[in-house]
């Protein structure tokens, strides 16, 4: 199973727009990437998730290379809120337990 | 309003003793789940069960145990012969397990388990 790479920790301004890059070298042809993310002592909060195409929704975008090794989430228009830590999870099809969680990365916004 | 409640949010407990943790969910999903964090890691799963009166073993299932006698219920019980018990502890729940995409986890607030 794929295991993901990101960095443990990032700085944004607020109102800027906050790019957190996972890498995901070994991810399988069918195997989907998602985001969550744990704002502290809370418990996570799905985001998004993408399999070859890039994803929007409202609280986020995915954008994920075309050899599908790496992907990146944005946060067109971070706030304090969004300080938290997340998470980037490579998941098998059909094996919905299997989320297998890193560290993450902290995603602190300054004012 | 749907979603998953744990109680209670903090619980102290002594070494030996055997502790339950709550779960429950109104979301109406088949598929439950229990996680373990540690300070600065991820989560690990401990218990997954797909549907009423079954559950399947996570990764680290030994000195926990589990039951599934309602749809929207998950305890989780910690036992003496856990040998590090203190943890946060998460349950989530999705609409099913064995799905193609999608079928993202929610989760409830969590319970500080604190063993002296």
């Known amino acids: 199973d794929a295991k993901t790479t990101q960095p443990p920790s990032m700085d944004c301004a607020e109102g800027r727009a906050a790019n957190l890059p996972c890498n995901h070298s070994t991810i399988s042809g069918n195997e989907y990437v998602y985001w969550y993310r744990q704002i502290h002592s809370q418990g996570p909060q799905y985001i998004i998730h993408?399999?070859?195409?890039?994803e929007t929704n409202e609280m986020a975008s995915l954008i994920i290379t075309e050899d599908r090794k790496s992907s990146t989430l944005i946060l067109p228009h971070a706030t304090l809120r969004d300080t938290a830590v997340y998470y980037c999870i490579v998941r098998p099809p059909g094996r919905n337990y299997q989320l297998i969680w890193g560290a993450g990365t902290k995603l602190i916004i300054k004012p | 309003d749907g979603g998953i409640t744990q109680s209670p949010k903090y619980l102290f407990r002594k070494e030996g003793q055997n502790v339950t943790l709550s779960c429950e969910q109104n979301?109406?999903?088949?598929?439950m789940y229990w996680y373990r964090q540690d300070p600065g890691q991820g989560l690990r799963l401990i218990y997954y069960?797909?549907?009423?009166?079954?559950?399947q073993k996570g990764d680290i299932a030994e000195g926990y145990s589990v039951s599934r006698e309602k749809k929207e219920s998950f305890p989780l019980t910690v036992t003496s012969a856990q040998k590090n018990p203190t943890a946060f502890y998460l349950c989530a729940s999705s609409t099913r397990i064995t799905g193609v995409g999608g079928e993202e986890q929610y989760f409830g607030p969590g319970t500080r388990l604190t063993v002296t």
């Open positions: 993408g399999l070859k195409n890039n």
């Open positions: 979301l109406n999903h088949d598929a």
């Open positions: 069960s797909q549907i009423v009166n079954d559950f």
